[in-house]
């Protein structure tokens, strides 16, 4: 099965639990693309003072914890290798945002849903 909501439509692999139907996958949908529209305009200010910029790293550490958090509660998961296993909202090495499971080895998109 492939993972439905709107957000993340483009997310091969991707899958998440059949309970989540309805207004809760609506609800979860729309509040996966409203933080990561968030966090995409908050990594693309520019001009920025260094206080801005930590403020905006908390921010984006709150958006990340709590989208975690919901698609832990999901039941969100990567179906590329058995057995599926968790995925995260996280940061590569340049300090982009990417979600990346933890198969070993790991499997990752970027939030367009492009896998990398
Ligand atoms: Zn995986």
Redesign the pocket.
């Known amino acids: 099965m492939k993972f439905e909501l709107p957000a993340m439509s483009g997310f091969d ?1 991707i899958e998440i639990r059949d309970w989540m139907g309805g207004p809760v996958r609506d609800l979860f949908s729309i509040y996966i693309k409203t933080s990561m529209d968030m966090l995409r305009s908050a990594q693309g200010l520019e001009g920025s003072t260094l206080r801005e910029v930590g403020q905006i790293a908390r921010v984006q550490q709150a958006f990340m914890a709590s989208i975690n958090a919901m698609m832990s509660a999901s039941g969100s998961s ?1 179906t ?2 058995s057995p599926p ?1 968790a995925i995260n909202l996280t940061t590569d090495s340049d300090g982009n945002l990417v979600l990346r ?3 070993d080895p ?2 990752e998109w970027d939030l367009d849903g492009t896998k990398i």
């Open positions: 692999g990567c590329l290798d296993e499971c933890e198969h790991c499997h």
